[in-house]
């Protein structure tokens, strides 16, 4: 896969712009969204919300407190701003925005993919608390490793699935952006 087209983009734009967009990232989030709290709070409640009903269509013996859902008989899993999805979402986000491609496409792909990523992520969550009640010695490995790779994994394979479908089709006449 040649990252340079007809309408000159490089693998050179392609860092420039992914290392821009991860610097307004931080500064966006760092400094005006993460200390507000409301977006992570947002996020936080839906994925429980899904969670709680996904895991009640097995069991009857969910709690949620806050920001602690589980199975009753284990302490549960306190969903904080790291595990809500959205540092997912943005790096897969940001990778899209960085390819070359059309606006609209990127739009319609990047929400199909953050849909998706959330959705995944919920089930991350589901998949935590049903090993924290039945195999709590691989809670810490499953959290840290298996769930970790398998998101970005996905997200790799997301990106690869834009550059092939979408990404060398830029033209100089499509408007790339």
Same mark, same amino acid.
């Given at each position: 896969m040649h990252m340079? $087209?007809?309408?000159?983009?490089? &693998?050179?734009? +392609? #860092?420039?712009? &992914? &290392?821009l967009l991860f610097l307004a990232w931080i500064f966006i989030y760092e400094l005006w969204l993460h200390p507000k709290g409301r977006l992570d709070a947002w996020?936080?409640?839906?994925?429980?919300? $899904? &969670?709680v009903f996904w895991l009640r269509l097995f069991r009857d013996d969910i709690f949620r407190q806050q920001e602690v859902i589980g199975i009753w008989g284990t302490h549960g899993l306190k969903i904080? *701003? *790291?595990c809500n999805a959205l540092s997912l979402i943005t790096l897969f986000s940001g990778f899209i925005i960085a390819a070359p491609g059309r606006p609209i496409t990127k739009m319609i792909y990047i929400t199909s993919g953050?849909? #998706?990523? +959330?959705h995944l992520n919920v089930l991350r969550l589901v998949g935590l608390m049903v090993i924290q009640k039945n195999a709590r010695d691989w809670l810490s490995f499953n959290h840290d490793y298996t769930f970790t790779l398998i998101m970005y994994v996905l997200i790799f #394979?997301?990106?690869?699935?834009?550059?092939?479908k979408f990404g060398n089709k830029v033209t100089a006449k499509s408007g790339e952006s």
């Open positions: 340079k $087209e007809k309408s000159g983009y490089s &693998a050179t734009t +392609f #860092l420039i712009r &992914a &290392a996020v936080i409640k839906i994925s429980m919300d $899904e &969670a904080g *701003p *790291p953050t849909i #998706l990523i +959330f #394979l997301g990106w690869m699935g834009w550059m092939m």
